[in-house]
């Protein structure tokens, strides 16, 4: 079997943000210069919640777009949406058949989201999707900040549990994140998660206007005291703000906080970074908007190149299950 490098998947349920770019995007990127990485938009995952279908369609092509914008090539990355490879739904329940209910029930997100009777089944077995969508490209390393790493520690299982039963199959793959901004932090509760959900005005997604951008970031949540130090533990809206302007220019947080002497010259100098680091994206994202029938090119081709890939991780698996010979 052939070992690919990284894999990162793209849920279109928003608009992507900053923190997707910064965390995600740009390794991709970055991984194409020696590997060819597997990017993909997980519809699919989208689905375990209430959607509007036309909505998923639309943030689909958009989040695809965005990709393509932010430097994703496809000729040096496989580049594609899940639904359209079938592979990735068979494997989710032949790997199914492999795992433990309470390996499934106790992930986290799975407790987080299932306090109403209305929850889907798809919410409970969607980390099984996302363990097929891992090991169907043999991956070796998944890009992943802290909140998605159990999902890959559940693909680990699964797939040492699958070989050591059933004969070598899968290639048990390792999480791995950025040194920094790997996890971009709302700019008005820097306790949580910038979410490409949510419509608070803590969240900079890459389609913002400048002039958003700049209102959103001077708006931002600092600390008591007023001395910029990086202090993620004490201080966390100060040491979010430094994240954001290290991964959008380089160098460490800890550094870049000497060269400040006010909340005001931080905050400007982060609209400024973040307003010249989604500048291009925003402009190529224009430039494809103008021709929308590449993208659905684009991801028509990297659909059956991945076909190509996965049957034979496919093909591996039902044999060793005894449904081929």
Not at 101 to 115: C, L, T
Not at 116 to 125: A, E, F, H, I, V
Request: charged content about 20%; overall charge neutral.
């Amino acid at each position: 079997m052939t070992t690919t490098a990284t894999l990162t998947g793209f849920k279109p349920t928003g608009h992507l943000q900053l923190g997707n770019l910064l965390g995600a995007i740009r390794p991709v990127v970055a991984a194409q210069r020696r590997t060819r990485p597997v990017a993909f938009v997980a519809d699919l995952h989208a689905m375990t919640v209430p959607h509007e279908p036309a909505q998923l369609r639309r943030l689909t092509i958009e989040v695809a777009q965005l990709l393509l914008a932010a430097g994703v090539d496809p000729e040096r990355s496989l580049f594609y949406v899940q639904s359209q490879v079938p592979e990735h739904a068979e494997l989710h329940f032949l790997l199914e058949c492999a795992t433990r209910y309470g390996e499934a029930h106790r992930m986290i997100q799975f407790k987080e989201r299932s306090s109403n009777r209305g929850s889907r089944l798809s919410l409970l077995t969607y980390p099984v999707l996302m363990a097929a969508d891992i090991l169907l490209h043999d991956t070796a390393e998944v890009p992943v900040g802290e909140d998605q790493r159990q999902h890959v520690e559940l693909a680990r299982d699964v797939a040492s549990r699958f070989n050591t039963h059933y004969g070598q199959t899968f290639v048990v793959p390792r999480a791995v994140n950025p040194e920094v901004a790997a996890r971009v932090m709302d700019l008005s509760d820097p306790t949580a998660k910038m979410s490409k959900t949510s419509g608070a005005p803590g969240t900079l997604f890459l389609l913002d206007p400048p002039e958003v951008i700049e209102r959103k970031v001077m708006r931002a949540v600092t600390d008591s005291g007023d001395t910029v130090s990086y202090e993620p533990e004490t201080r966390p809206g100060v040491a979010n703000l430094l994240e954001i302007i290290a991964g959008c220019t380089g160098g460490s947080p800890a550094a870049l906080a000497s060269g400040f002497a006010s909340y005001g010259a931080l905050k400007r100098a982060v609209a400024e970074a973040v307003i010249g680091t989604v500048r291009p994206v925003q402009a190529r994202f224009a430039e494809l908007s103008r021709d929308p029938g590449y993208v659905r090119r684009v991801l028509a081709d990297g659909a059956e190149q991945a076909r190509d890939v996965t049957a034979e991780t496919v093909h591996r698996a039902r044999r060793a299950l005894g449904l081929i010979a």
